[in-house]
């Protein structure tokens, strides 16, 4: 089965710093990936997301990712953090056999940012 | 914009109790899905459907059943509910075209506690 890893679990930047969180995947095919971000007290919402063509994919509010295949990764990255970006983000992924239409998704890492 | 919306967002119930959670979205979507949501666990898929009176198990289906009996509503059964089923419970669906997985779209939760 496939699995992701994402291996921050807590983060801590202070405005206008730089992010990027990594996450990493355990199978060989073909892949779908997601961003999914969870602000305090609100439902998981979709920041990007990668199916095919160019690995590097823009998102909402700045974010933007890049899938790198030789490495089984797709870390999410932005230039510069606002404190509106504290949140939980879980990096997710779908594969193409079986039941293709499970996400398995990592731990999640928060994310905190100082004003 | 699409709408998953889960019956409760807060519930309280005693052991040994059967506990029924409700989600219905209105985007005629066929996939729906249930995960739970625990700290350092990140989402983990208890079951899903992928149209009606269809469902498959997911990752921890034990403890749990499910009922999809129009394309709406999904439904999630504690059918004797135990300290360890205290968590977040999220409901998600999804469009299923093509191979892979399209984005889920997710309710707001519902903050679970068994006494």
């Known amino acids: 089965a496939q699995s992701v890893s994402q291996h921050n679990h807590h983060v801590i930047l202070s405005e206008a710093a730089s992010l990027e969180l990594g996450c990493n995947y355990s199978?060989?095919?073909?892949?779908?990936l997601f961003w999914y971000v969870q602000y305090p007290g609100q439902h998981l919402q979709l920041l990007l997301k990668?199916?095919?063509?160019?690995?590097l994919v823009k998102g909402i509010k700045g974010f933007e990712a890049e899938f790198i295949k030789s490495k089984f990764s797709f870390n999410l990255r932005k230039p510069s953090v606002q404190w509106s970006d504290t949140a939980e983000y879980f990096c997710?992924?779908?594969?193409?056999?079986?039941?293709?239409?499970?996400?398995?998704f990592g731990s999640g890492t928060q994310l905190t940012v100082l004003p | 914009d699409v709408k998953v919306t889960q019956s409760s967002r807060y519930l309280v119930k005693r052991t040994g109790e059967k506990v029924f959670l409700e989600c219905v979205q209105d985007?005629?979507?066929?996939?729906m899905f249930w995960y739970r949501q625990d700290p350092g666990l990140g989402l983990r898929l208890i079951y899903f459907?992928?149209?009606?009176?269809?469902?498959e198990k997911g990752d921890i289906p034990e403890g749990y059943s499910v009922s999809r009996e129009k394309k709406e509503r999904f439904s999630l059964i504690l059918e004797s509910a135990s300290t360890n089923q205290t968590s977040m419970y999220l409901c998600?669906?999804?469009?299923?075209?093509?191979?892979?997985?399209?984005?889920?779209?997710f309710g707001d939760g519902t903050r679970l506690s068994i006494l």
């Open positions: 985007m005629d979507h066929e996939n």
């Open positions: 199978y060989g095919g073909t892949v779908n």
């Open positions: 998600a669906s999804s469009l299923a075209t093509g191979p892979l997985s399209q984005p889920q779209h």
């Open positions: 997710a992924v779908s594969i193409s056999s079986g039941s293709a239409r499970q996400l398995t």
């Open positions: 459907s992928y149209d009606v009176k269809m469902k």
């Open positions: 990668y199916f095919s063509g160019d690995p």
